[in-house]
């Protein structure tokens, strides 16, 4: 069993950055490939980004390619979303989900995870 918890969320200014952490507990979190999703009021959780298990393979939505980074330290349990050039659009809570194995060509889907964190509050003013 894997526990997530995210941190890192807050109010920003459009054009700032902020870099969400998500701390994961167990022995076997290196053999999970993690992703980031967000759910805007109203609105349906959507993809952000998944990192595979080494770290090696990395996949964005189009909406934060070029601006968000997700990278991970198995050593430490930890995955991170960079987020920079942030728009009010970006506003949602953020959460980080864990899928065992290899990333799928279904890693879009939420009902794929097997592991959800609790999610942190993203505010972009503008």
């Known amino acids: 069993q894997v526990q997530l918890v995210e941190s890192g969320g807050g109010l920003v200014q459009a054009g700032g950055s902020l870099r969400l952490s998500c701390a994961g507990s167990?022995?076997?979190?290196?053999?999970?490939?993690m992703g980031w999703f967000r759910q805007a009021p109203g609105k349906e959780r959507e993809f952000v980004a998944i990192?595979?298990?080494?770290?090696?393979?990395?996949y964005y939505a189009d909406s934060v390619k070029g601006r968000f980074t997700i990278s991970r330290d198995n050593a430490k349990n930890m995955v991170y979303l960079q987020m920079n050039s942030l728009k009010p659009e970006d506003t949602a809570v953020y959460y980080c989900?864990?899928?065992?194995?290899?990333?799928?060509?279904?890693?879009?889907?939420?009902?794929?995870?097997?592991?959800w964190g609790q999610g942190t509050q993203v505010t972009v003013s503008s």
């Open positions: 989900a864990a899928d065992y194995g290899a990333v799928t060509t279904r890693y879009r889907v939420t009902s794929e995870y097997d592991y």
């Open positions: 167990g022995r076997t979190f290196s053999r999970y490939a």
């Open positions: 990192i595979s298990w080494s770290g090696g393979s990395t």
